[in-house]
């Protein structure tokens, strides 16, 4: 009967050690899955914002080089050669020559007014780190389009339409793409564009990641159903739980140990 104590007191111990061990392990594993993924879903967004930066900036440099050519008129060559830069250009929709209010003198492709639901004010428009370069919605029928308005004097400016393309926004991973989506929109709350599998099914727990540009007034959100994270990139959770169970029997059989040498 006495002999069966020590093992019982040992039996004890290690369990005990791997229960408080699996405990510690389970958070442990837990919040470190959980970082990795908000830092990938960070720079996923991040990914997405660099890339409307970057179409902001292709539109831009058009511009400028528009103006530099002399065609910020409505005259027919310069609208003719506008064409043919626009057609070298697939982000570029068209180009308008607008007057200092933010109203349409006239356009590359006129026919293109007609898609137009609306059209802001230069009030309206937003600014960019660029003072001579601003942003706004486009409505049209068919989905909304981005603008990008480059002053060019005193009285008048060029303003590319940019498409939004839906290639902007797919960089979700396979085992995200039914549970997320992925928006674009100006700071001023005016959603450009969003990427989602299913436009008819709503996330029942969303989770929001979110990126804002320094240098032009636009904002990236990625958003998660919360119930797919729990399962996305787990893989590192059980093999942590079991290095935690290890390590707690091993905790238990050195406290057993040392509680032997110190008894009488």
Not at 133 to 156: H, P, S, T, Y
Request: glycine content about 6%; aromatic content about 8%.
């Amino acid at each position: 009967m006495k002999a069966a104590r020590p093992k019982l007191s040992l039996a004890a111990l290690v369990l005990a050690g791997m229960v408080a061990f699996a405990i510690a392990g389970h958070f442990a594993a837990t919040r470190f899955i959980h970082d990795q993924q908000a830092r990938q879903l960070d720079q996923l967004t991040e990914v997405v914002l660099r890339r409307s930066e970057f179409a902001v900036d292709f539109a831009a440099a058009s511009l400028d080089e528009l103006a530099s050519r002399g065609l910020a008129t409505c005259d027919p060559a310069s609208l003719q050669a506008i064409r043919l830069h626009v057609y070298q250009r697939s982000a570029v929709k068209d180009v308008r020559l607008v007057n200092s209010d933010g109203s349409v003198i006239c356009s590359a492709y006129s026919e293109t007014l007609e898609f137009d639901k609306g059209w802001v004010d230069r009030a309206d428009m937003l600014a960019s780190r660029d003072s001579k370069l601003m942003l706004f919605r486009v409505e049209q029928f068919g989905g909304d389009a981005l603008g990008v308005l480059r002053d060019i004097g005193d009285n008048k400016a060029l303003v590319a339409i940019l498409g939004i393309n839906s290639s902007l926004f797919d960089v979700m991973p396979a085992e995200l793409h039914a549970h997320g989506e992925v928006l674009l929109a100006l700071t001023n709350g005016a959603q450009l564009g969003e990427f989602m599998l299913d436009a008819d099914k709503a996330l029942a727990h969303p989770v929001d990641f979110e990126r804002s540009s320094t240098r032009y007034p636009l904002r990236t959100v990625i958003r998660i159903d919360k119930t797919v994270l729990s399962t996305w990139n787990s893989e590192a959770y059980w093999p942590a739980m079991a290095v935690s169970l290890a390590l707690g029997a091993l905790f238990g059989l050195l406290l057993s140990r040392t509680q032997r040498m110190e008894g009488p």
